[in-house]
């Protein structure tokens, strides 16, 4: 075996001394020799493998990536759904609910219950899981809602024929014999000097003037009382299905408690009684115990342009007659 030499520094000659190698100083040569390598070796194997994924990472994100364009997918569907849903609603509220005279369906109803997406919280793609989640959990409600709202209009167009005879649907006064003065809303009181909720339309017309019950039903007030001091003489009709009307500032009534009136039937004629300045009719129209705009129930007597044109001049704020 060959031998192995090294120089050491002999400080009683200050020379360096060729002595043979021992075992040790074998090792250190080795390990100053090897193990820059090795620490090379091992960054750049670190290095490495946090830019190159091994096989089993690069499946994983495949996955992620694959699922997160299966949740963005089920996003387009859900958008094109509730596109569906919403045109579906809108015209459950705005037609079919106004058709009978119903109330539409409330948001409150629409909206699900509060649930806990925490479970996703810190996982992959999380923000868009909880969305999605809670995106199908508010199409499940709203379909379910949807489905009881349409169940109510089937039971309500069971009785259409009595329901459409008794929603108030034609002016008070024929349409050639009146004038609408004042709309629905805030409006400034000739007598009381204040602004304050106007709950009705007034529409001047002659002294004497016939007025009609706006839909079948049967008298509930005739004449003075019943609480409406400021109405003066007036008529109240109770429709049935939540409806009922109200005729105020009457000069005399044609109809008395508890008789039952058709559509059109003359219930009384144009007057100015009670808080009221100047000859005219104070017209409301309750639904389910809210006073609603009466215009929005003049659909059969009107034409479209008609319509539209007593619906602008509703909404004028000005004075109204009582």
Not at 228 to 249: E, M, P, Q, R, S
Not at 289 to 310: C, H, R, S, W
């Amino acid at each position: 075996m060959k031998k192995r030499y090294v120089y050491r520094f002999n400080p009683h000659t200050l020379r360096y001394e060729r002595v043979e190698a021992t075992f040790r100083d074998r090792l250190k040569r080795a390990a100053t020799t090897v193990l820059p390598g090795v620490v090379a070796g091992v960054a750049v194997a670190l290095a490495l493998g946090s830019m190159v994924d091994s096989p089993e990472e690069r499946m994983l994100r495949a996955d992620v990536k694959e699922c997160r364009r299966a949740l963005e997918s089920v996003n387009r569907s859900l958008d094109r759904a509730e596109a569906v849903l919403s045109d579906i609603e809108e015209r459950d509220s705005a037609v079919y609910r106004t058709v009978f005279g119903a109330r539409p369906v409330s948001d409150e109803r629409r909206r699900p219950a509060q649930a806990d997406y925490g479970r996703w919280e810190g996982k992959a793609s999380s923000s868009l899981i909880v969305q999605t989640m809670r995106r199908v959990d508010t199409l499940e409600q709203r379909l379910y809602s949807q489905s009881l709202s349409l169940d109510e209009i089937y039971r309500m167009a069971g009785t259409k024929r009595e329901r459409m005879a008794r929603m108030p649907a034609i002016m008070p006064i024929a349409k050639g014999s009146c004038r609408m003065v004042s709309g629905y809303g805030m409006r400034y009181h000739p007598i009381l000097h204040y602004r304050r909720m106007h709950t009705g339309v007034d529409l001047s017309a002659q002294p004497g003037t016939s007025v009609h019950a706006t839909a079948d039903g049967r008298v509930t007030v005739a004449g003075r009382g019943g609480g409406l001091g400021g109405y003066g003489i007036c008529v109240v009709v109770d429709h049935g299905f939540g409806f009922k009307t109200l005729y105020a500032h009457l000069q005399d009534v044609k109809v008395s408690e508890g008789q039952q009136v058709k559509r059109g039937t003359v219930i009384g004629t144009v007057g100015r009684t009670g808080l009221a300045q100047g000859y005219h009719l104070h017209y409301e129209v309750i639904q389910n115990g809210t006073k609603v705009n009466p215009v929005y129930y003049f659909f059969n007597d009107l034409t479209p342009a008609e319509y539209d044109e007593v619906l602008e001049a509703s909404y004028v704020e000005n004075q109204c007659l009582s």
